[in-house]
DNA sequence: CGTGGCGTTGACCGGGATCAAGTAGAGTGG
DNA sequence: CCACTCTACTTGATCCCGGTCAACGCCACG
């Protein structure tokens, strides 16, 4: 587990990064970090919460599962972002699953210290506020989507959020390696639907493939497939 | 525009339960009472941000718009509950409409005072920080749901969430008058789908209808159908 | 060389949306 | 008091998107 530098944590960690400057050296002594390899489950729904989690490197995928073999990815932490922190004020029972689809490091600070900060340092319960009210908008627009858009505009706009967050490579290509099962469950459809709809997007000049990359071709076109014009 | 009492509003309001009490005179004296009528819009997706409001009484929806015609109800506001909430930090464009489902008054209080409000008074912050947390994984369950669970369970679902809210009358049925087409859109399904389903709930038992109002007859059956035992 | 995981593709089918039409009340005007 | 309209409820018929199942190819890895 390497050493990390105040500075670095400064610029990564969305707690440091909304925290009072005076508060940083306090919390990076109560932070932990793990290495997560790529795969490896942090927590799961229904275990004992511990803590509120930070992404120092790799993406972690929060998602909620559905019987025996389906699951819902609900958002990907990246680089600097929180996740956890949907048990604030809960039963003390994670509602969710979050597992590393990109192996790097996470930082923790157990709830109680976690909570004793919220209480003192308001700056940052502020931003944490809102930065949820702006998860609660991601969240209702998907919701909405779930309920009346086809699978293949929930695919486009799925697509459209993973340039936004982790961006192009180099040759172009949305910068994050997934899965077409994980890419499926972010979109809230199955393995072959997800597997087809990408097939006729390609068709149509949308997307290009490049292995497993995919790079978006057509921007506007991909947009116009989200939108609700009846 | 009646006159309410401090003691009243302690009450009744989330802003006012939560906030600490040197605070709440001036709170009082910036918020507006404004009455709704049944099916009145109190704001709608794509208008300028104005305020947070509060429901004093009645039930307000908060829902969002697909096409022309569709759309999904996220959640019923009732007395005492904060909404317009999620326009926290965003782009000062409401995401969501609220629209009366039974006549009522609702407070509101504009941005800037709210926003400074937050900023101060770090208890309320602290709670609606909890409250939004709870929302959140109401959100992500409801999302869950809509993209694994068949409509029979979102009906289910729906009229359980209904029965924790709003409660029972003293004859034993929910006690909330809505229509089959408010019902359908808080299930995520049509109207003829839900119209269906409802029946077979009551051919198997778990319902019984008098008029309009729905009341559960087999709680845990009903239950049952919300779980993903596969 | 087998074996297991993932990608790929076709065939099938069923839940639920859509369309269409009929009924029942609740107001409204003559 | 009756006809008329309008909206909400009710129900059947049809259709199609997308989930399910099954089979095969491919490649990595023990």
Redesign the interface.
Same mark, same amino acid.
């Given at each position: 587990m390497k050493k990390v530098t105040i500075i670095e944590d400064e610029k990564n960690c969305f707690l440091c990064q909304n925290c009072l400057k005076e508060w940083i050296p306090a919390i990076l002594a109560h932070k932990k970090n793990y290495k997560v390899k790529k795969g490896e489950v942090i927590f799961r729904e229904g275990d004992p919460v511990k803590g509120i989690f930070f992404v120092k490197s790799g993406i972690v995928k929060v998602h @909620?599962?559905?019987?025996?073999d389906?699951e819902?990815i *609900?958002r990907f932490a990246s680089e600097g972002l929180i996740f956890g922190? $949907?048990?604030?004020?809960?039963d003390g029972i994670y509602?969710?699953s979050a597992t590393a689809v990109q192996a790097g490091v996470v930082s923790y600070v157990d709830m109680e210290f976690f909570d004793a900060t919220? @209480?003192v340092n308001?700056n940052f319960?502020?931003d944490? *506020?809102?930065?949820?009210?702006?998860?609660?908008?991601i969240?209702? $627009?998907?919701?909405?989507n779930?309920?009346?858009?086809p699978v293949k505009g929930r695919v486009a706009e799925a697509l459209i959020i993973l340039k936004d967050q982790f961006g192009l490579t180099p040759e172009g290509f949305i910068n994050i390696e997934l899965s077409r099962q994980d890419l499926a469950s972010f979109s809230?459809a199955t393995y072959e639907t997800v597997f087809r709809v990408i097939n006729e997007l390609i068709q149509d000049g949308l997307l290009v493939l490049s292995g497993k990359s995919i790079s978006i071709a057509n921007y506007n076109k991909l947009l116009k497939l989200t939108e609700?014009?009846?």
């Open positions: @909620k599962r559905w019987g025996a389906k819902l *609900l922190h $949907r048990a604030l004020g809960g509602s969710i919220l @209480k308001t319960t502020y944490l *506020l809102m930065f949820m009210a702006q998860d609660l908008r969240s209702e $627009r998907k919701m909405r779930l309920a009346h858009m809230g609700d014009i009846a």
